[in-house]
């Protein structure tokens, strides 16, 4: 007998990682988002009944969790209706991956809940339908690290490729207390860049593969140049070049915008390095007088999984 209830836990996600727009993510220890899905007896029907932590549409074709759900329901036959509660730790619009979080939180409960069996990866094209609602794209690097954990290559044809993690990484994450929204912040980028920016932008790509595969995370840092997107972000994200000095005088190894912002990663090589940066930040923080989060965490090799 299949539950009438099932509570998952996705978490938030790291995407470009600064050498792969739209290709390169990584799933987060923490923080995440608490899906609750109930099945009912409407069949096609999905209802979002509830968010906590956020203030975002409750009308189904307009959240990107029940937009995603109702593709794979359809898709399954419709056997049945669900109702959602969500409960958010992931700002929407700090770019961690929040819509992501929602959209791959969704299609793994339905998933489970129906015991319809299929994988990760067969589940992403759903998540894309409710990726897309938010950011007017379907690029995977958030919502396919949600579903399978880890560090994910999205390549522009086939399925989704884990990547070994650099084990060594403490990941300070700083969230300045503003939203700037995805498809907003792919307004700014140009339709063209120079031939030589991007050849060299695959050879750091090939260096940071080449490092995870190696093991060694501090050369996996070393390689996270940034040619295509993040010159043309960097003015988008408060205080940007004095969080970068900050965090690199601190003792991070790299860093640079997480997702399309405003968020920011910064890469240390042990907890106490990690503590450090992340002190070192709020200060900076509350010296410019900006609200902000801060979280250290790690990448993490679990995706959406059940909680309950
Ligand atoms: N690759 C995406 C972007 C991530 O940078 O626009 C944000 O969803």
């Given at each position: 007998?299949?539950?009438?209830?099932?509570?998952?836990?996705?978490?938030?996600?790291l995407?470009?990682?600064?050498?792969?727009?739209?290709?390169?993510?990584?799933?987060?220890?923490?923080?995440?988002?608490?899906?609750?899905?109930?099945?009912?007896?409407?069949?096609?029907?999905?209802?979002?009944?509830?968010?906590?932590?956020?203030?975002?549409?409750?009308?189904?074709?307009?959240?990107?969790?029940?937009?995603?759900?109702?593709?794979l329901?359809?898709?399954l036959?419709?056997?049945?209706?669900?109702?959602?509660?969500?409960?958010?730790?992931?700002?929407?619009?700090?770019?961690?991956?929040?819509?992501?979080?929602?959209?791959?939180?969704a299609?793994?409960?339905?998933?489970?809940?129906?015991?319809?069996?299929l994988?990760?990866?067969?589940?992403?094209?759903?998540?894309?339908?409710?990726?897309?609602?938010?950011?007017?794209?379907?690029?995977?690097?958030?919502?396919?690290?949600?579903?399978?954990?880890?560090?994910?290559?999205?390549?522009?044809?086939?399925?989704?490729?884990?990547?070994?993690?650099?084990?060594?990484?403490?990941?300070?994450?700083?969230?300045?207390?503003c939203?700037?929204?995805?498809?907003?912040?792919?307004?700014?980028?140009?339709?063209?860049?120079?031939?030589?920016?991007?050849?060299?932008?695959a050879?750091?790509?090939?260096?940071?593969?080449?490092?995870?595969?190696?093991?060694?995370?501090?050369?996996?840092?070393?390689?996270?140049?940034?040619l295509?997107?993040?010159?043309?972000?960097?003015?988008l994200?408060?205080?940007?070049?004095?969080?970068?000095?900050?965090?690199?005088?601190?003792?991070?190894?790299?860093?640079?915008?997480?997702?399309?912002?405003?968020?920011?990663?910064?890469?240390?090589?042990?907890?106490e390095?990690?503590?450090?940066?992340?002190?070192?930040?709020?200060?900076?923080?509350?010296?410019?007088?900006?609200?902000?989060?801060?979280?250290q965490?790690?990448?993490?090799?679990?995706?959406?999984?059940v909680?309950?």
């Amino acid at each position: 007998m299949e539950p009438a209830k099932i509570s998952v836990w996705t978490p938030a996600t790291l995407a470009n990682i600064n050498v792969g727009f739209d290709g390169l993510g990584c799933a987060l220890s923490a923080p995440g988002e608490t899906l609750i899905m109930h099945r009912n007896a409407h069949r096609g029907s999905v209802c979002i009944r509830s968010i906590e932590g956020a203030n975002l549409p409750l009308e189904t074709d307009m959240n990107v969790a029940s937009v995603a759900a109702k593709s794979l329901l359809q898709t399954l036959g419709n056997p049945c209706g669900i109702d959602i509660d969500i409960i958010k730790e992931i700002k929407p619009g700090s770019g961690i991956g929040s819509s992501a979080a929602s959209a791959a939180g969704a299609v793994f409960a339905l998933n489970e809940l129906l015991d319809a069996g299929l994988r990760p990866d067969e589940l992403l094209p759903f998540a894309l339908d409710g990726e897309a609602l938010a950011s007017g794209s379907r690029h995977a690097d958030n919502v396919a690290p949600a579903l399978m954990g880890g560090l994910v290559l999205c390549p522009p044809e086939g399925a989704p490729m884990a990547i070994p993690i650099p084990s060594d990484w403490h990941l300070v994450i700083l969230h300045p207390d503003c939203v700037i929204r995805t498809e907003e912040a792919r307004q700014v980028l140009p339709l063209e860049v120079p031939f030589r920016d991007a050849a060299d932008q695959a050879r750091w790509m090939g260096v940071f593969m080449a490092a995870c595969h190696r093991g060694d995370g501090m050369l996996a840092a070393f390689a996270l140049e940034d040619l295509l997107a993040g010159p043309f972000r960097i003015p988008l994200i408060p205080h940007f070049d004095a969080v970068r000095r900050v965090a690199l005088e601190h003792g991070a190894r790299a860093g640079g915008i997480s997702g399309s912002g405003p968020s920011t990663f910064w890469i240390a090589r042990t907890q106490e390095e990690c503590a450090q940066v992340a002190s070192a930040l709020k200060t900076l923080m509350k010296s410019v007088n900006m609200d902000f989060d801060v979280h250290q965490t790690r990448i993490s090799h679990q995706g959406s999984r059940v909680i309950q």
